[in-house]
């Protein structure tokens, strides 16, 4: 199905400007370790301009807050998977403040009652109403089985059924409609819920009137027409034409949000604070670290500098930048979490791709050091490998950007595969290529030319982090030699160049900074991913719209 028309406002065809309208999804999409007073707030920040001091936000968060009724639970968090929190209609009622802090002139809301009883409605709702009154706003809403109460808050009432419109006007009009044409609504009957039983034909059964019985279809066609033929509906549309003939100007503009620095910032503290608390971005991974290490720091406790040393040094540093690493893809879901936050707020341009970006960057850093640090001195000096301090700062941010590129690239596989289950696969596979022609399973003047050698050798990081890795730990050092006839000794330099086949022309400094470039390439990726998807997809659907068009005027020439 494709839908073609011009939404116009106040008969102007105009892009909606930051702050004039405002989306609640239906389904509530919010930070479950933050508390409501903290996400409220937070959203004030990235959203009201930088002229509107931090009491102030403060101030229009709170009063927003008790506007919906939920100053009982400002310091409540919102709760998840891992943590009780908000009931649903109270998540519900948090989304509806953070979307009504600009104060917007259009307010769209889909399925505002959702999870909530019939008292909770109407006062959601009532409030709603006297916000609209106040601030002059329109509001939209789709509602399913209002109660009475709140279905006489509505002015105005459009009734759809499978895309035709069955009536729309005021409100108390449509129960005329339906009673001329042999539909009255019963006494003490709730009308909405009179209105969808009589036009939904999901279940398609036969309805008594005064008669005989007619099937939904019928009565939904005999309502479209009668509604086309009626006053209200020539009433509704003279209106259309008044307002879009009108020379009114553009719709008042709010002014911009916050600066880029601002929400920057701010993106980062609540990412920092988000990161904290949820048990399965860091904390779980940095027990799984520690428990991985101590294995690692057993299994090659005191390696020492015999022959056999060599094989074993080069295995305990791939496991380290292979598989330790590896384990970064165990925040995947809770970064699809974030993704899905950050599609709702960009869909009502909360802030722009790159301070989500940056502030989810920066927020990681303390929390990558620290998993790289604690765990990796574990097996570092369990292992006893080279005993002075700056090969050990070396190993321990050689660790850390590995780390930090793993998470890049499964925020690349994010923007492109949203689901965590498909994204986790998808990760997988490409970190396991990686691993395979990283120079440690079969050495690089082993691997087929093509393909293998090049150019996949030089995109897999784990070449880099290998060398560096070795660099860093045999560079110095010297073993006996125990093949026949040749040297007493053999220093780590040759180990390197015959044994690992390591590119020697460049320090191992080198490789770290290839490594950050690295890093800095897959987020710049997944920043040009979203931008380009946004640009993309209405273009897409332009075209889509189109085709059938085309196609219809090739038939009427045939």
Not at 349 to 358: E, M, N, P, Q, R
Request: with cysteine; net charge neutral.
């Amino acid at each position: 199905m494709h839908q073609t028309g011009e939404i116009l406002i106040n008969g102007r065809k105009e892009t909606l400007a930051f702050g004039t309208s405002a989306y609640v999804t239906q389904d509530d999409t919010l930070m479950t370790t933050l508390t409501v007073r903290e996400a409220v707030f937070y959203s004030a920040q990235l959203q009201l301009p930088d002229s509107m001091s931090i009491s102030e936000k403060k101030e229009r968060a709170e009063m927003t807050i008790r506007e919906m009724g939920l100053q009982d639970s400002m310091d409540t968090r919102i709760g998840g998977w891992s943590t009780k929190g908000l009931s649903g209609g109270q998540k519900r009622r948090v989304s509806i403040c953070i979307e009504i802090l600009t104060w917007p002139k259009l307010l769209f809301l889909d399925e505002p009652t959702s999870g909530l009883d019939s008292a909770a409605s109407y006062h959601v709702m009532n409030r709603i109403v006297k916000l609209a009154h106040q601030h002059g706003r329109t509001i939209i809403a789709s509602i399913h089985q209002p109660s009475s109460e709140v279905f006489e808050l509505f002015h105005n009432l459009c009734l759809l059924s499978y895309g035709k419109t069955v009536y729309f006007g005021p409100v108390s009009m449509a129960e005329m409609l339906f009673a001329t044409n042999g539909f009255p609504c019963p006494p003490l009957r709730n009308p909405s819920d009179h209105y969808l039983r009589t036009i939904n034909k999901d279940f398609d059964e036969d309805i008594e009137q005064g008669i005989g019985t007619s099937s939904t279809e019928e009565i939904i066609d005999t309502l479209v027409k009668s509604y086309k033929s009626s006053e209200i509906c020539k009433q509704v549309q003279h209106n259309v034409l008044k307002i879009s003939q009108q020379k009114r100007g553009p719709l008042e503009k709010k002014g911009s949000q916050a600066s880029f620095i601002t929400q920057s910032i701010v993106l980062t503290k609540r990412s920092f604070i988000n990161m904290y608390r949820d048990l399965g971005y860091y904390w779980l991974r940095f027990a799984i670290y520690i428990a991985l290490c101590l294995c690692v720091g057993t299994i090659f406790h005191d390696i020492g500098l015999t022959y056999g040393s060599i094989q074993a040094r080069g295995s305990m540093l791939m496991f380290v930048a292979a598989f330790l690493t590896f384990m970064a893809i165990g925040g995947f879901p809770s970064f699809v979490e974030d993704m899905k936050i950050f599609g709702r707020e960009r869909l009502n341009g909360h802030y722009g791709v790159g301070a989500f970006v940056i502030g989810n960057t920066i927020s990681s850093i303390p929390y990558l050091c620290f998993i790289s640090l604690i765990p990796g001195a574990l097996a570092y000096y369990l292992v006893g490998l080279q005993k002075s301090f700056d090969h050990f700062i070396y190993f321990v941010i050689l660790l850390f950007t590995s780390t930090m590129l793993v998470e890049s690239i499964m925020m690349t596989v994010a923007s492109v595969v949203p689901n965590y289950l498909m994204g986790i696969i998808t990760g997988a596979g490409i970190q396991g290529i990686m691993i395979l022609n990283g120079g440690f399973f079969r050495l690089p003047d082993d691997l087929p030319k093509p393909i293998w050698r090049y150019p996949m050798y030089y995109i897999a990081f784990h070449k880099y982090a290998n060398q560096g890795f070795y660099k860093n730990e045999f560079e110095g050092l010297s073993f006996p030699n125990n093949q026949v006839g040749g040297p007493p000794t053999i220093t780590g330099d040759e180990v390197l160049r015959s044994f690992w086949q390591v590119e020697m022309g460049y320090s191992k400094w080198i490789d770290l900074v290839i490594l950050f470039g690295m890093v800095v390439v897959y987020r710049l990726m997944f920043w040009g991913i979203i931008i380009t998807v946004e640009k993309i997809k209405p273009l897409i659907k332009d075209y889509m719209a189109a085709s059938p068009k085309k196609s219809s005027l090739q038939l009427n020439r045939t």
